[in-house]
Nanobody, 127 residues
Framework: QVQLVESGGGSVQAGGSLRLSCAAS????????MGWFRQPLGKEREGVAQ???????TYADSVKGRFTISRDNADNTLYLQMKSLKPEDTAMYYC?????????????????????WGQGTRVTVSS
């Protein structure tokens, strides 16, 4: 079955960096669109970045220039490199997947477009 396992979260000071990983299994990873979402405590889940099967990326305005999404199709792993972290980046970060790559076009990173979700990894940024 589809499994998405996030890792790499932790606590960091503002201005620091973290790299999140998502190990995928149980599906044809290279053909899926993959995304990162986050949910701050008490707030709604929001899209952070997505990358389709062709490598096209989309970012939320709040993370453009600071975060980079990438994928390793040989290793079935998704990454989110986060730099210049801010306290407002504090959240649970989730990896997500959908086999419908057509859903990952345009500027919208929508949770309803994704079918499979990991359990999340927590990121805490202190000021």
């Amino acid at each position: 079955q589809v499994q998405l396992v996030e890792s790499g979260g932790g606590s960091v000071q503002a201005g620091g960096s973290l790299r999140l990983s998502c190990a995928a299994s149980g599906f044809t990873y290279s053909s899926y669109c993959m995304g990162w979402f986050r949910q701050p405590l008490g707030k709604e889940r929001e899209g952070v970045a997505q990358i389709n099967s062709g490598g096209t990326t989309t970012y939320a305005d709040s993370v453009k220039g600071r975060f980079t999404i990438s994928r390793d199709n040989a290793d079935n792993t998704l990454y989110l490199q986060m730099k210049s972290l801010k306290p407002e980046d504090t959240a649970m970060y989730y990896c997500a997947a959908t086999k419908f790559s057509w859903r990952c076009v345009g500027n919208l990173i929508a949770s309803f477009a994704f079918d499979y979700w990991g359990q999340g990894t927590r990121v805490t940024v202190s000021s």
